[in-house]
């Protein structure tokens, strides 16, 4: 991926908005929409640079936006870089919580319910992330019914059903 991050100055004028790059002489574009724009901008580096293709999605671009009113520039601004940071927490949070979920069920072995509910996320999270090996649990009807030979962990059972019947009844 590309490390530098390349300057783009946009202005809206008449319904349209305009790009440029002010590092790359000669290097300016226009849309209608700003996603368009965006694109717009991303093949003019590309093309300006000669880079090859394909290399447009993994350029950083640096956009410094002039709607001709300067509070609303400087909201905006504030609140991409407020969205910048935020999106950088999720990511560490997201980090923190499969290393300790993998803590948790691994190392203290407790339940993806309860390393769920101590983390503040659903069970359903801590499975993707910290997955479990199925142990059979002792004292409930299967594990009961498998070691008397009743039945078996499979489909088929060990008994006829005339020997289950005999069994329940008798």
Do not use: C, F
């Amino acid at each position: 991926m590309n490390e530098h991050a390349y300057r783009v100055i946009v202005t809206r004028e008449d319904g349209a908005w305009l790009a440029d790059v002010p590092e790359l002489e000669g290097t300016h574009t226009y849309a209608r929409n700003l996603p368009g724009l965006d694109q717009a901008v991303r093949e003019a580096i590309a093309l300006s640079e000669d880079l090859p293709d394909g290399a447009e999605p993994t350029l950083r671009l640096a956009y410094e936006y002039h709607t001709g009113d300067p509070q609303l520039d400087e909201a905006a601004a504030q609140l991409r870089a407020l969205r910048d940071r935020v999106r950088i927490d999720e990511q560490r949070v997201a980090q923190q919580t499969v290393q300790l979920a993998k803590e948790m069920v691994s190392l203290h072995s407790m339940s993806v319910r309860d390393a769920a509910a101590l983390i503040g996320v659903k069970p359903q999270r801590i499975s993707q992330v910290a997955p479990r090996k199925a142990v059979p649990r002792v004292g409930t009807r299967k594990s009961v019914r498998a070691a008397s030979g009743q039945w078996s962990m499979a489909t088929n059972s060990t008994k006829t059903g005339a020997e289950q019947d005999a069994r329940r009844t008798g």
